[in-house]
């Protein structure tokens, strides 16, 4: 049976009314502490001519300047912190692409709050003491393996902690120590069930009764197709280095949202362009306040991440507000002939039809002034190699398909078996040839 437990459910269930109560509190506090010490705030706060005092209902918070990656970047590596050094006990750094990787500390206090922030997901989950976890999340300067790790910790189950990689000794680990709960990136989940089926492992064999993934965006249809392969109930988990890392926003059994820590976290969905808050249940960037962390509090940090946000209540009896699957980051959009296209959209696509494999690469190159996409699939052994026909058929299908719910058209390429890098961590779906 799958437990429906709350981990914290005076937080997790509280009266709106209250939780709104005690964000502001929080906030107040936070702006007062950032003024003092943070120097980039405090200018930030004078240009705007803005005194923490000015923020004396929730509704203010849109009066404060955005913090953005380029702060953090401007102030590399310790700008930002709130308590001098001597008070941090961690650092852990972003798997930024580009320049410098942003730097973020906790206090002791920090490290607790994270555990529990990422017990509740856990819990909320339906995971228990009873469990034996496998965090197959990098271990290091990714947040990933350490707060998933203390968060299993924090609830009492038994951590095996893998980090990632390594599939022929995961899938063993699997085996022999009967790990019932997988905690890894979706497409290393499906890395390692394309691996078992190779082996010929029955996942049935295994004890294995749940997913807990996240780190980077994934369709509902990829969920079906996990959840099918291995055989367990998969969730999906949202975070940010910046903000704390794993631990912001999780989803519980319901799986219709994941429920944002609101006593921690207050988020606002923006316009990205004209950064205009956006009325409950637009779609949007979301912005996030932290109101409870005390070495790298971070106010309206605009994360790039595009989703809608629902304050309605949950069956699971949880009222913190629920964020919807990311389509992806703003900055992972890809314009095509004008028409916006997120990679997660044709995920979904292609993972409805028969025979597409979830491991597809997107390039998108330039013809003169147009971009132009195509969308290369891996297909399931060879079949539609030896047959022309078919091949024709399947590609036709899916090409009509993207066009039909997308609107744009684009090139469907078949690629062999395993020619499509295969990922530990995130993968990497969209190749941009286009120069500008
Ligand atoms: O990925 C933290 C994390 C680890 C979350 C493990 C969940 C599980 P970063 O490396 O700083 O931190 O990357 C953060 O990853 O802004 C999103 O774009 C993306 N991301 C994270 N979780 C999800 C998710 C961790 N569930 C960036 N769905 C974020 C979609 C996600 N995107």
């Known amino acids: 049976m799958q437990s429906h437990q709350i981990w914290d459910s005076q937080h997790e269930c509280m009266p709106r009314e209250e939780l709104e109560q005690l964000q502001l509190e929080r906030l107040q506090a936070t702006l007062n502490r950032v003024y003092k010490s943070v120097p980039c705030y405090r200018n930030k706060f004078n240009e705007l001519g803005i005194v923490p005092e000015d923020v004396s209902s929730l509704s203010d918070l849109s009066k404060l300047p955005f913090t953005t990656k380029e702060d953090l970047r401007l102030n590399y590596p310790y700008g930002m912190f709130a308590v001098p050094l001597r008070e941090v006990v961690r650092i852990h750094s972003s798997s930024g692409t580009t320049g410098k990787p942003t730097v973020v500390g906790y206090t002791k206090n920090d490290l607790k709050m994270w555990s529990n922030l990422v017990a509740r997901i856990m819990t909320a989950a339906g995971l228990t003491h009873d469990d034996v976890v496998q965090i197959a999340f990098g271990y290091g300067m990714f947040t990933g393996g350490f707060g998933m790790h203390y968060g299993s910790e924090t609830i009492g189950a038994a951590v095996i902690p893998m980090s990632g990689g390594n599939s022929e000794k995961q899938i063993m680990i699997m085996q022999d120590y009967k790990s019932t709960a997988l905690v890894c990136t979706p497409s290393y989940a499906i890395s390692l069930a394309d691996l078992m089926e190779k082996q010929k492992i029955d996942p049935q064999s295994l004890s294995l009764r749940f997913g807990l993934f996240g780190g980077e965006p994934w369709s509902e249809a990829m969920r079906t197709e996990i959840e099918s392969r291995l055989m367990i109930s998969a969730t999906d988990n949202y975070g940010l280095s910046e903000i704390i890392g794993p631990g912001v926003a999780g989803e519980c059994y319901c799986k219709k949202g994941m429920h944002i820590s609101e006593d921690a976290f207050i988020a606002e969905i923006i316009d990205p362009v004209t950064c205009e808050v956006l009325p409950p249940g637009s779609v949007g960037e979301l912005v996030l306040t932290t109101i409870s962390k005390e070495a790298f509090p971070m106010i309206r940090y605009r994360t790039r991440d595009m989703t809608t946000i629902d304050k309605t209540g949950c069956e699971c009896g949880r009222t913190m507000a629920r964020m919807k699957k990311t389509m992806g980051r703003s900055d992972d959009m890809l314009i095509i002939k004008g028409v916006n296209v997120f990679p997660s959209q044709i995920e979904e696509i292609l993972l409805a039809i028969e025979g597409c494999e979830p491991h597809y690469q997107l390039i998108v190159d330039r013809k003169g002034s147009l971009d132009v996409l195509e969308v290369c699939i891996e297909?399931?052994?060879?079949?539609?190699?030896?047959?022309?026909?078919?091949?024709?058929?399947?590609?036709?299908?899916?090409?009509?398909?993207?066009?039909?719910?997308?609107?744009?058209?684009?090139?469907?390429?078949?690629?062999?078996?395993?020619?499509?890098?295969?990922?530990?961590?995130k993968a990497t779906r969209v190749i941009d040839r286009r120069v500008f």
């Open 379 to 425: 297909v399931r052994e060879n079949i539609f190699f030896d047959e022309m026909k078919k091949q024709r058929a399947f590609l036709d299908k899916v090409g009509k398909n993207i066009n039909s719910v997308l609107g744009v058209g684009v090139t469907v390429k078949l690629v062999e078996p395993n020619s499509i890098p295969r990922h530990e961590g």
